[in-house]
Each structure stands twice: as C-alpha cells, then as structure tokens.
C-alpha cells in the first residue's frame, strides 16, 4: 500500500518519517518485512496529531515500542506504522514530580528507567530488570515476574485514544491481570506516573538489579535475537516445562530453534524469517496440546503480512 505523498509530507512535520522500511531493525527478533511508512514521533504532542491525520486518511495504523514481544510478518505492514521508543535522536523525559510521585515518558526503556529511579533514590522496580522494551509495552502488558508487575506500582497512565483524544487514565489492581492491562485495546500510551519506596541503600537496589540480570544471563539464550518467554504459563503449570516434556528442546523449523538454555524461548539461531518462527510456535503449541491437552497461549503478538 502506498502511503500518499500528501500525508508522508504531513507527517514530517510532528516526526521523521522511513518509506519502505525494514523493520527487522526495530524488533529484537531481527525479521521482518517493510512498513510502508515508519513514523518516529517527534514527542508526545505529536503522537494525537499522528493519530488524528491517520484516521482522517483511513489508513492503517499500527503502533510498536522497542520491538521486543513483537514479530512482523515478511510481508512488512501495510499504511503508517508509528514507533514509540527511545532511540538516539529522542530521549525520554522523567522527572521526580513534587507529590513524590514518578513520571516517565512511554517511549523510555526500562533500562534507561530503572537508572533513573535508582539514581533519584528509589527502589520497586526490580522486577523489570532484564525485561527488554519500552515502558509503553511493558504498562499495556502488565510486564513481570514473581517479584512484581507495573499494576502494582502505576498510579495514572497518559493515553491517546483511536480518535486522537488525549486523556489520563488512573490505574488500580482491579484492571490487571497475567500479563494484560484494561485501559482499552484502541489506546496509546504515552506517559505514566509511578508510586514507588524510598530506597534506603540504592547501592542495594542496584547490587539486586545486578544479580537479576546475571541470573538471567546464566538462565536466558541471550546470544541470539528472541522475543524472550513466548508462551504465557497456563494456571498450574510452567510454559518451559511443558515444552520440555514434549520432547521440543531444540526443535527447529527453518532458522528458527527452541533454545537448548531455556524452553520457551523460540531464538532466531541463523536467518530465521518470521514464517519459520510462527511455524515452530505453531508446531510447539500443537505438541504441547497433543501431548497434554492444554492450550498454550503466545505472549507475542504477531502483526503484518505473513
């Protein structure tokens, strides 16, 4: 589909703009085929003006953070696709408000959060240590582990609606749940403000961020591009176990393995194509079902033309 030039030239006012462009370097999986038209906005005002032309134009749009629970099909996307992370021309804004309180731009990795937090004295956010992406992806997910998820350290998330209406939207336990947030499937984040503890020894908080990310370093097949776990636990059982079980550890289709290290990770092991990935998902869930009787569900969302 071809953007019209109208609306390429449009969007360079609120941001930079990629025709045909690859976006296996926006996703941590490295495949992917082009967007038509690649937006990065410029900052947060321009996000609701993005919206509001797209949708005037009706055309589609699909919005993407760090590309890190995400595989885009070979095919690429067709319309505008509009990145909201951090990169080295755009750098997130976070502040330490007057109520105590956090903000952070939506488009902040959680690395680049996590050091704030830490460097402004505060602790609660170890749990997003090693979690790859952006705050956005991780708020609409409800991204976590055993130690904690966002719910429980959100106070109120800025958003843009499928209208281009910007809004605040507060947040409590009630809207969440395994790996999900209720603020609407048509919305984009882009900002929030975060409760979180005083730490009393930072060099703590940051020595426990230190030891989470070596474990996972030890326990996770890092080397290869992945989209980390793929598969949600399903109630009572263990997503990694299951696959093992099933005789699956280092199952291939095409370029694509389950990892040796770590069972529910899917690694890219040598010029996988996102078709080889779905089909070893595809594969995986159909043992696992045979084998077991139960349904596993992907974490990753799967987005374009396969």
């Known amino acids: ?162 209208q281009g209406a910007r809004r605040v939207v507060s947040i409590d336990k009630t809207m969440s749940s395994y790996r999900h947030m209720d603020i609407g499937n048509d919305v984009i984040i882009t900002g929030a403000r975060f409760i979180l503890p005083a730490a009393d020894d930072p060099a703590g908080v940051r020595a426990k961020v230190e030891e989470i990310l070596a474990d996972r370093r030890k326990k996770h097949p890092l080397d290869y591009p992945s989209a980390g776990s793929v598969f949600k636990n399903p109630e009572g059982h263990s997503s990694w176990k299951l696959i093992n079980d099933a005789g699956l550890k280092g199952q291939t289709v095409g370029g694509a393995r389950v990892s040796d290290l770590h069972t529910n990770f899917i690694i890219n092991a040598g010029n996988a194509t996102s078709g080889d990935i779905r089909n070893l998902i595809n594969l995986v869930r159909e043992t696992v079902y045979k084998k077991f009787g139960i349904q596993l569900e992907p974490e990753v969302k799967m987005v374009g033309l396969f």
């Open 1 to 162: 589909m071809k953007v019209p030039q109208p609306v390429i030239d449009a969007l360079r006012e609120w941001g930079d703009v990629k025709e045909s462009e690859a976006l296996r370097s926006y996703t941590t999986y490295k495949t992917g085929g082009p967007a038509d038209a690649l937006v990065l906005p410029r900052d947060n005002e321009s996000v609701p003006r993005i919206v509001s032309l797209v949708r005037r134009e009706k055309l589609p749009l699909t919005v993407i953070g760090g590309g890190s629970n995400l595989l885009v099909g070979d095919r690429g996307i067709e319309g505008v696709v509009m990145r909201i992370c951090e990169d080295a021309s755009r750098r997130p804004r976070m502040i330490v408000l007057d109520d105590g309180s956090v903000y952070a731009d939506a488009m902040a990795s959680k690395e680049t959060f996590i050091d704030f937090v830490i460097a402004s004295g505060f602790g609660g956010i170890e749990f997003m240590a090693g979690i790859p992406g952006c705050i956005g992806g991780g708020i609409m997910m409800n991204a976590g582990t055993f130690m904690g998820s966002f719910a429980g350290i959100l106070r109120d998330v800025d958003i843009v609606d499928g």
